[in-house]
């Protein structure tokens, strides 16, 4: 699998574990809801910085962001 595509679905996954929308992400990571739409989709490229971010917010480790099940 794509490593885009793996790392979105993990966001969405978490993400809809927390019961919470796309914006409510958005706010947490300082980033945009369109951003993270396209994370989740996988057509965008996050940086490390992003993915940390990311992980962050959502309160786990950058490397489980990578994780294939």
Do not use: C, F
């Amino acid at each position: 699998m794509d490593i885009r595509r793996l790392v979105g679905r993990n966001v969405q996954r978490l993400r809809s574990d927390k019961g919470w929308s796309q914006e409510e992400l958005a706010d947490e990571a300082g980033l945009h809801r369109t951003y993270i739409s396209g994370v989740e989709r996988g057509v965008r490229n996050p940086t490390i910085v992003i993915v940390a971010k990311l992980a962050s917010a959502l309160g786990v480790n950058p490397s489980d962001l990578l994780k294939g099940k």
